[in-house]
């Protein structure tokens, strides 16, 4: 049996009830069994698969925080710290009703390999809570998340671990963490990042994500010869990486058809708006409102609203999907495959199932996934830290200029170390190579 199979065969029987965390392994595995043949005997000598696929640790907290009606609730919060050879851990903190540890490995997993073709020094990890923020007052979230921070701060550091956010931790939380830190060590260190400009955080963050994303996708159609004006966009999501991912591509010159969230669906039939961008983003930060509140609020009727649905059954040329992990099942890849799309780019983290991916990439379609895509959030992340560490803000074009140039790196390191057939490029196996070579290589110099 080929060392792949066999620690596949091991991951799989050990850890068969997290399936999110399996499906992101066995995807990595498959797409590296080539490299890892040409080199078994040495790689199977430093057990280097099975120390690749685990994570260095997983820790676990049980946080009290106080209701407002002055009664005690419960939550368990994670940090998975998954690999930190190539620097600290790095990855987001995700508060969310359905967070687990499958979960938090998968994220945590494809969060190294992504944060290696950054090309910054950086580990992954990630973390998170079964804390629901959207049940919850605002001063509840901060006691919740002040709570966290007591737990958390002795296992993080600027040289250790640096958590941020990610679905329902946004620059609030990331404020309400920060500042428990600050009472308990009394020092402004690097810990966290996605804080805001105004207290260390790096200008450009918030959009970071959604903008990398149309970043990576300009420079696949460029490839190509082609541009994005024009184009007709389906996107889910209507948090931090689908409104920001919308922001850019309005700028570029496309069309944006469709926005969701977990209600439903709002269809823009002449294209999102810039004056229903901006309405909607107020709605979504500051009065945490849901689609169906905004759309019923909203005077003008240059959209639909459809509870209960997803864009996928509309037609468009590309697919964006932006909201979580495996959206997109078998049923909508048909719906997508039927209705023409072109390209699909992941704004989310693995938001296809296996059997999805494979429809889509089997269809022709370019797919292009999350690990490369939305890197530019953990990338802007990186530049947080060399901004906080040299006690230098960058301006928000000089921000821009280098996430730009960073995305235009990884879309050609990852171009050169995909498959070398004729017709597009395959973006999954070039990412999965270009990323465990790097990561493997650094395991290997350090020993057994
Ligand atoms: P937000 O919390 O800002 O937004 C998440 C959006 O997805 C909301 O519209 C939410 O709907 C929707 N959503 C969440 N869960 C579900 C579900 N189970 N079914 C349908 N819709 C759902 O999160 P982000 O925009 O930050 O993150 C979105 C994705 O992007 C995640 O996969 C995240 O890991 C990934 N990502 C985020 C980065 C960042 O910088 N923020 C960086 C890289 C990746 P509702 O409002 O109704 O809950």
Redesign the pocket.
Known sequence: MSYVSEVLEQINERHSKQPEYTQAVTEVLQDVSGLVSQNEKALRRQAILERLVEPDRLLRFRVNWERDDGSLATNLLWRVQFNNALGAYKG?L?F?P?VNTSILKF?GFEQTFKNALTGLPMGGAKGGSNFNP?EASLPEIRRFCQQAMLALHPFIGPDADVPA????V?SQEIAFLYGQYLQIHKAHRGVLTGKQPSFGGSCGRTE??GYGVIFFLEEALAAREDTLEGKSLLIS??????LHTAEKALQEGARVLSL????GLVVFKDGLTQDQLRSLKTARTEKRQ?LAEWHSEASDSGCDYQEGNTPWHLEADIAIP????N?IDEDAAKHLVEGGIQWLIE???M?LTSAAQEQIRDAGITYIP?KIA?AG??AVSGFERSQQAALLPWTLDTVTSRLKDLMKRIHRNVSEAAPDAKGPIDYRVGANRAAFDKVVNVMQAYGI
């Open positions: 987001g995700r969310h359905s994220l959207k956010g990610d679905i329902g946004g970071a994500t999501g209507a948090g931090n990486v689908a969701s969230d977990s209600q849901s932006c909201a979580t992990q959206e704004g989310a983290n938001p999350g939305n959030g953990v």
